[in-house]
């Protein structure tokens, strides 16, 4: 079975963006000169997938930041929601989290990258993430998307790493125990 990763800046507060999905908060931070590791994350992830929220965040940028596949996981859109540009590189699909992660595993991908906050949610509720690589930012919204929603259960993690950064930003990683 493929194994969930994540990564992700959050605010100190636990948000991954403001309601509208907006990550200005994000931008107004200078970490220009700071290598959060980013790249070499990607480099061990076979797959990206992201919910409808983040695909279109995404799409916003200047530029499309994945050469991986990405795989937009929505019961409301579809294929004809992709942009050309994006055609045979995100791929739209209505899966139970379980059924993609077994879906994943008959293509081959074993290392999956789970992002956006609802769908971090969902697939943390049912075990299928297991570590987390978090950038703590230094500013707090008060309101907006949270990484980490109500959980049935407790959610045992082990720190595996600490780096704190000129800017402010602290990174954590933690192991799903």
Known sequence: MPTGHVMMAITLDGYVARKNHSLDWLMKQDTADEDHGFAEFLDNIDVIVMGRGSFRTVFGFDVWPYEKPVVVLSHSLTSEDIPPELAGRVEVVGLSPQDLMAEMGRRGWHRIYVDGGAIVQSFLKLGLINDFKLAIVPILLGDGIRLFG????????????????????????????
């Open 150 to 177: 109500d959980l049935t259960s407790d959610v045992d993690l082990e720190l595996t790493h600490t780096k704190a950064f000129p800017s402010g930003l602290v990174e954590l990683r933690y192991k799903v125990v």
